[in-house]
């Protein structure tokens, strides 16, 4: 329950955050009034409210097991033993270029 408890208080920080953002709207004024401290308190309300939508992400993908991260999958061992060469006889040999041809 660690995860909800830390979504909670990011919660109830963002609430708060919004209440002085609103607080502060009343002193400087919401931008209706022009100015360019109104212009910054609108920046600030619209970035609080982006923080607040952001959360609500956060926190419905929380609680959805099929948004929640998924389980590990198990591992696939590689062997260090080397590959067989005869799968190899089609290919060319990376930046060499085929044997049997030489650079132009």
Sequence with gaps: MALQDDLTAVQ?????LLR????LEQ???????????AIDVR???????????SVALL???AHDPAVAPQKRLDLVTIPDT????SLW????????????????
């Design 59 to 61: 926190r419905a993908s």
């Design 43 to 53: 920046r600030v309300r619209a970035d609080a409210d982006h923080l607040r939508e």
């Design 27 to 37: 002193q400087v004024g919401d931008g209706s009034r022009g100015g360019p401290a």
């Design 20 to 23: 002085a953002v609103g607080k």
């Design 12 to 16: 109830r920080s963002v609430d708060e």
């Design 82 to 85: 080397p590959y067989d060469s």
């Design 89 to 104: 006889t089609d290919s060319d040999d990376e930046g060499l270029g085929a044997s049997d041809r030489h650079a132009p």
